[in-house]
């Protein structure tokens, strides 16, 4: 009886070990997939940039009427091509340098210019003031956001204004916070 009793507690024990060591196992490969899920979102992202990046590089020329052949033909491709040199995908922030029908060309940082494709779904605002594509005047300082579009360009969802009042009362409470 003692021989029977030890035999099923010792069974017990194992059964608790292969349990906790299949549990363990379990939560290791959920550890490993979230890493794994993880690493590939970034790569993604990154991608998207990298491509983003390359599609403006390689449609610059049309976008600002240079040679059909781009400016430096297929010898830009020679020159290293370093991580910053990635170009804002999403977004600009810059002066407004040309005004089109469809679209308004912004120099942003770096001295590089920018296309920027505005269609009806464009918000533009100044302060809490939404406006229409007319009252947009070159030397206007902006704030572009959008998604790229396979030239190259930004199709811009917000354009944000700003005039120079925003720097001036910068860091001066207001007495009604969340009125203007």
């Known amino acids: 009886m003692d021989k029977d009793l030890n035999n ?3 069974e017990k024990e194992n059964k608790e070990n292969k349990q906790d060591i299949l549990k363990w196992v379990i939560i290791g490969l959920i550890g490993f997939s979230l890493i794994v899920l993880v690493f590939g979102a970034g790569i993604f992202v990154g991608e998207l940039k990298a491509r ?8 610059y ?3 600002f ?17 370093p991580g910053e040199d990635f170009v804002e995908n999403h977004g600009v922030f810059g002066e407004i340098i040309q005004i089109n029908e469809d679209s308004i060309i912004i120099r942003g940082g770096n001295n590089s210019e920018r296309l920027v494709v505005v269609n009806g779904n464009t918000i533009i605002q100044l302060g ?8 947009l005047q ?5 704030v572009i956001i959008g998604s790229p579009n396979e030239q190259g360009q930004i199709e811009a969802k917000l354009i944000r204004i700003f005039n120079g009042e925003e720097l001036i009362n910068k860091g001066k409470p207001s007495i009604f916070p969340f009125f203007k």
Not at 65 to 81: I, L, M, T
Not at 128 to 135: G, P, V
Not at 138 to 142: A, S
């Open 65 to 81: 009427a240079g040679p059909k052949e781009g400016f430096f033909g297929d010898n830009w491709r020679r020159f290293p091509f």
């Open 61 to 63: 020329h049309k976008n």
């Open 128 to 135: 809490r003031e939404t406006l229409s594509k007319q009252n």
């Open 52 to 59: 983003s990046s390359y599609l403006w590089a390689e449609s």
């Open 138 to 142: 070159v030397g206007e300082k902006v």
């Open 8 to 10: 099923n507690i010792i």
